[in-house]
């Protein structure tokens, strides 16, 4: 991959015409990335072979078929400080005494599905600035879609990049990877989540490493829904930009309403949309499920929980709770107990105190 042996890679693969259609593409369109290292690992003592007798069962003249988890791992130059880690389910299979890779959806049944990037749609167009890689689909023949073109996206990530700057006060690198799939089926494909997604002008995803920090956080933009006018974009980008600089601190018992709260007070330069009576801290699920009028009261809620705490006890303090809670990796406790210790550990009050004081008399 690194040495672009595209020959060398293609002989590796084996199985249907399709799957090395597939195959090729992929080589092709990570090709066009910045890569600084790309490494496929299969690891053995993840999940173990996954490979049920129906599986050899469909590989019949082979001597061997095995499905471990192949751990995909790279980096791009310019925009990952930590490696990327992806999840890929390769069934290999040895014919003659030679391992060859023939597919990537054997154990999808089971609910394990290889990660899906812009380059396994093919070739993808990179743009570099300073502190951005902006990396857009090009709109081929393998997602059948309307494509849509989104322009100026660099110039609202500067506007956006500098908002973040100007608010919070975190260490994070200062680059972020912004992602524009050519049309809303590219888009789904990519993050394959059972909401509605035109509902959002564009999403932070990222996902985890062994150590269960955030690794590989991309700015995935709605094609259709950014270019529609109207839309205030440095708002949503820089909500987005909000979820990239907080990862570099973020754990696994980080809830939503701190992310979402955090993104809205910088997203909105310090005066989000609040909710006109404050009530409790809105559960994770909120964000994503009901009604829309319910979802935009679960980010008043914790854009208003969070201003709140900035506004009565500084910025410093929440970014002291940000972090103590996002330290939080492999612990025994629920997220309320961890949101609790770190919430008093950095303003003195736990969640109940927190609630009273901010929808008591004393309240905003
Ligand atoms: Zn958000």
């Known amino acids: ?100 890779v023939t597919s990537d959806d054997d154990v999808a049944d089971l609910g394990y599905t ?112 950014i270019a529609q006018p109207g839309r205030d974009v440095e708002v949503v980008l820089a909500h987005e930009l909000t979820h990239v600089a907080t990862s570099y601190l973020a754990g696994p018992f980080v809830p939503a309403w701190v992310d979402e709260g955090i993104a809205q007070y910088v997203g909105y330069d310090g005066s989000p949309p609040v909710a006109d009576r404050p009530s409790g801290l809105p559960p994770d699920a909120a964000f994503t499920s009901g009604t829309a009028g319910a979802i935009d009261n679960a980010y008043r809620r914790a854009a208003g929980a969070v201003s709140y705490i900035v506004h009565r006890w500084g910025m410093g303090s929440f970014l002291r709770f940000y972090r103590r809670l996002g330290a939080v990796r492999i612990a025994p406790g629920t997220t309320r107990y961890h949101v609790a210790v770190a919430l008093r550990r950095s303003i003195g009050v736990g969640p109940r105190g927190l609630v009273r004081a901010w929808t008591g008399p004393h309240g905003p």
């Open 1 to 100: 991959m690194i040495d672009g042996d595209r020959a060398g890679f293609m002989a590796t693969v084996s199985g249907p015409r399709a799957f090395r259609a597939e195959q090729r593409r992929m080589f092709d369109g990570l090709r066009a990335l910045p890569l600084g290292s790309y490494r496929l690992r299969a690891e053995w003592g993840a999940l173990g072979d996954l490979a049920r007798r129906s599986d050899a069962a469909r590989y019949a003249g082979t001597e061997q078929v095995a499905i471990p988890v192949t751990e995909v791992r790279y980096r791009l130059r310019g925009a990952d400080v930590r490696p990327v880690i992806e999840d890929a389910y390769y069934t290999y299979v040895r014919r003659g005494g030679r391992w060859s």
């Open 114 to 225: 290889t990660a899906t990037d812009l380059w396994d749609f093919g070739r993808v167009a990179v743009q570099r600035r300073p502190r951005l890689v902006l990396l857009r689909g090009s709109c081929g023949a393998s997602v059948p879609g309307r494509c849509v073109h989104v322009p100026g996206v660099a110039a609202t990530v500067r506007v956006a990049s500098a908002r973040v700057d100007g608010l919070w006060p975190g260490p994070w690198p200062h680059r972020v990877v912004v992602i524009v799939p050519a049309s809303e089926p590219e888009l789904r494909r990519l993050l394959d989540v059972g909401f509605d997604v035109n509902r959002f002008v564009a999403f932070a995803t990222y996902g985890t490493d062994r150590a269960l920090r955030r690794t590989g956080v991309r700015v995935v933009v709605n094609p259709p829904v």
